[in-house]
């Protein structure tokens, strides 16, 4: 059995193939602009704006695929050029669609299986970028048409967090817009990266084997 991280190189990727050195698992992660390093893992450059290289993807017996890869570039619909929309869309939807569609029709899947798609607070609220708003919101749908169209072998969950510690989203960020985030957070608190990611990696485990179809927001209580 594997764990396959798509998206390694972002900042919750690279926590999930950290914390995933401690399993037992095969650890496959991808990348692609930005190189990692681990002496576990099967690390695979992957640019997900290439269909064919999506498709020339293929992972074998892999219990657990995290879909963790997102690109949020920051603009109002209005400013956008039709380029980055597509960009965007490449990188947040389509290159889960095609990732999907090859690793079901290639068997890719072990005999129990679990996907866990990554999305945003911002699928649940909106997000003044609509373009990754409505990217992240169609996350929801994958999970829930796999839930309830394929084999009981195959599950599928959706985690929406908030803004996360310490995440680059986080770095990018002013003093103020922390204080902001954490002030109209109910707990008085951001989600640390690597509390997500444990978390993240433990939803394969037998306790939670009913658990499908679920989105799961992790943004503590700001968006209800």
Known sequence: MSICIIGASSSLGKELLRQSQ??????????????????????????????????????????????????????????????????????????????????????????????????????????????YSASKSALIGCAKSIAINSNPNLRANVICPGLLDQSSMFDSMSSSDHQRHTEQTPTGQLTKIEDLAEFILMLDQPIFKNLNGAVINWDGGRYL
């Open 22 to 131: 401690f399993r037992d698992e095969r650890v496959i992660a991808t990348y692609n602009s930005t190189s990692i390093k681990d002496p576990k893992a099967e690390l695979v450059k992957l640019d997900l704006g290439n269909s064919s290289e999506i498709n020339n993807f293929q992972p074998h017996d892999v219990s657990h695929l995290i879909i963790s890869q997102g690109l949020l570039l920051g603009e109002t619909i209005g400013k956008y050029n039709e380029a980055d929309i597509d960009h965007a869309v490449d990188i947040n939807l389509k290159s889960t669609l095609h990732l999907l569609n090859n690793m079901i029709r290639n068997k890719s899947f072990s005999d129990s299986s679990l996907i866990t798609f990554v999305s945003s607070i911002a699928a649940i609220r909106g997000s003044y970028d609509l373009v």
